[in-house]
Each structure stands twice: as structure tokens, then as C-alpha cells.
């Protein structure tokens, strides 16, 4: 009888650990489809980076504006300044058990191209990670959409260069005033643009989304 029960508790446990390994295997493939909707969204959005005209863009932004003005100081008079490429890497998003959300990374490689007058033309290139916590919401009408509660960019200088003539060395102070800027435009876009793209996947993944991330999925023994 004993040998019994301990047969029926085994295979009670084992069908138990199959249920939660099938429960984290579903998990993990919504999160997967969630992250690879998110990657669809933004590297159309990305592409689209380098139709902006990044002066009109960023003159009466606060801050940022302000910086604008000080550039054409020391620059003189900007001609244009555009990004000339921007690539998005592979995203990472991550379940965080403890606070019942989501982490979602977003790696850019940007270029950005500053032209003046007197330096010609200035190239800037950059490495931006920008952080996102995500947590899911339903709607009025019993829907699920994705929340952004955190966000936060850093960008790192990979190369700063230009094409001039008759002028040697874009000084310290040129060299600095220039990544400034670039570094404040990548953070002011980096993300809005996400926000966008997280708001664009399809709801009935944000469903299944929000069931893994509260622990709403079922576990049959």
C-alpha cells in the first residue's frame, strides 16, 4: 500500500514539474514573439530616423534647444545636421518576477552628420542602450496594452571626425560642444521612438503577455 502511494506521489511530482516546464516553455515563447513584434516595429522606425531634419526637430525643445544655440555659436552657422544612419541591434526583454513587469533593451548604432561653414562637415558616431521597464494594463474594455513606467538612454561616443579644409584639429571645445549635442539628440528621440513601437504590438500577445507576467498561467496536475 505504502509502495503505492509513494508510486502515485512520484508520478504526481512528475507530472507537476512537466506542467511547470511547459508553463515556462509558453512563457518564454510569448515573450519571444512580444520581443520579436517589438524588433519589426522599431526597425522601421529606425530607418525612418534619417528623414528628420534634426534642426527644426530640436530648436524649441528645452535644453536641447538651448545647446543648438550655443553649437552655432562655436561652429558658426549650422547648414544641416541630420542623422546619416542609425541600425538597430538585437533587443533583449526579460521577465522580472519580482515587480511583475518587464525589462526591454534597445541597442542603436547612430551616425549623425553636422555640416557648417566654416568645419564643413562633422561626423558623429554613437552607441546609445536605451532601458525600459514595461508592465502590462487592461483597458476599460477588458483589453491589455504595454506600459512604459521607466526610460532611460545612455549614449557613448564612438568617433567624432571632419571633412574641412585649410583648418587643422576640431579643438577640445568644438569636439565636446559637438558629441553634447549629439548625445542630448539621440537621448531626446531614443524614447519616444520605442514608446511608439511598444504600443504597436498586437494586443491579443499583450493578453498572453500579461498572463505570464502575473503568474495567471494555469498549471494542471
Not at 522599431?42 to 550655443?70: C, F, H, Q, W, Y
Amino acid at each position: 500500500m505504502k509502495t503505492l502511494m509513494l508510486l502515485g506521489l512520484v508520478l504526481l511530482c512528475g507530472q507537476f514539474s512537466l506542467s511547470l516546464a511547459q508553463e515556462e516553455e509558453q512563457g518564454s515563447k510569448v515573450i519571444s514573439e512580444v520581443a520579436a513584434s517589438m524588433q519589426n516595429s522599431l526597425k522601421n522606425a529606425v530607418e525612418d530616423l534619417s528623414k528628420l531634419d534634426l534642426i527644426k526637430e530640436l530648436e524649441n525643445t528645452p535644453v536641447i534647444g538651448d545647446v543648438l544655440k550655443t553649437t552655432k555659436i562655436i561652429v558658426g552657422n549650422i547648414v544641416s545636421f541630420n542623422i546619416n544612419h542609425a541600425q538597430l541591434l538585437k533587443i533583449s526583454l526579460q521577465e522580472n518576477q519580482d515587480t511583475e513587469s518587464l525589462s526591454l533593451s534597445v541597442p542603436l548604432d547612430v551616425s549623425l552628420s553636422l555640416n557648417t561653414r566654416l568645419f564643413k562637415t562633422i561626423d558623429v558616431s554613437l552607441n546609445a542602450k536605451t532601458s525600459l521597464e514595461l508592465t502590462t494594463e487592461k483597458d476599460e474594455d477588458g483589453g491589455a496594452h504595454l506600459v512604459v513606467s521607466k526610460c532611460q538612454t545612455s549614449p557613448q561616443l564612438l568617433e567624432i571626425s571632419a571633412k574641412r579644409t585649410g583648418l587643422f584639429g576640431l579643438g577640445v571645445e568644438v569636439s565636446e560642444t559637438v558629441s553634447n549635442l549629439a548625445q542630448l539628440t539621440v537621448n531626446q528621440l531614443a524614447c519616444p521612438l520605442i514608446t511608439t513601437a511598444v504600443k504597436l504590438v498586437p494586443p491579443a500577445l499583450v493578453d498572453s503577455l500579461q498572463n505570464v507576467v502575473r503568474g495567471n498561467v494555469s498549471v494542471t496536475v
